[in-house]
Nanobody, 125 residues
Framework: QVHLVESGGGLVQAGGSLRLSCAAS????????MGWYRQAPGKERELVAA???????NYADSVKGRFTISRDNAWNTLYLQMNSLKPEDTAMYYC???????????????????WGRGTQVTVSS
C-alpha cells in the first residue's frame, strides 16, 4: 500500500506561481511512475503531468512550457512547479502513483493504483 499526501495548493492571481508537493510513504518500491491529475467542477479528470523511474515525462498540451514535474530519487516526494498560472488551471489537483508499465503510466494509458486526497488550486483573473 502507498499513502500519498498533497500540499501546496492555494489561491493565486493569474500569472503567478505555485509549487505542489506530494509526500509518498509505504510500499514506494512498487512505484514505476507518478503523476499529477486535476479535476475542475463539471469536467473530467485529466492527466496534467507524469514522470517515470528514469525521469521521462509527459505533459498535457495545456500546461507545456508552464508546468514542470519532478521527483526525488526514492519516490519520497513528487513536485509540480506551476508558473504563469491561468484561471483555467483552477481545479483540485491529485497526486497518483502507478505500478504498471512505465510508458503506459506516463502516457496516462494505465489506471493509477494509488491516489491522494487532493489539494485545491484557485487562480483568480
Amino acid at each position: 500500500q502507498v499513502h500519498l499526501v498533497e500540499s501546496g495548493g492555494g489561491l493565486v492571481q493569474a500569472g503567478g506561481s505555485l509549487r505542489l508537493s506530494c509526500a509518498a510513504s509505504g510500499s514506494i518500491f512498487s512505484i514505476n511512475a507518478m503523476g499529477w491529475y486535476r479535476q475542475a467542477p463539471g469536467k473530467e479528470r485529466e492527466l496534467v503531468a507524469a514522470i517515470d523511474y528514469y525521469g521521462s515525462t509527459n505533459y498535457a498540451d495545456s500546461v507545456k512550457g508552464r508546468f514542470t514535474i519532478s521527483r526525488d530519487n526514492a519516490w519520497n516526494t513528487l513536485y509540480l512547479q506551476m508558473n504563469s498560472l491561468k484561471p483555467e488551471d483552477t481545479a483540485m489537483y491529485y497526486c497518483a502513483a502507478c505500478r504498471g508499465v512505465q510508458i503506459m503510466c506516463v502516457q496516462g494509458l494505465y489506471d493509477y493504483d494509488y491516489w491522494g486526497r487532493g489539494t485545491q488550486v484557485t487562480v483568480s483573473s
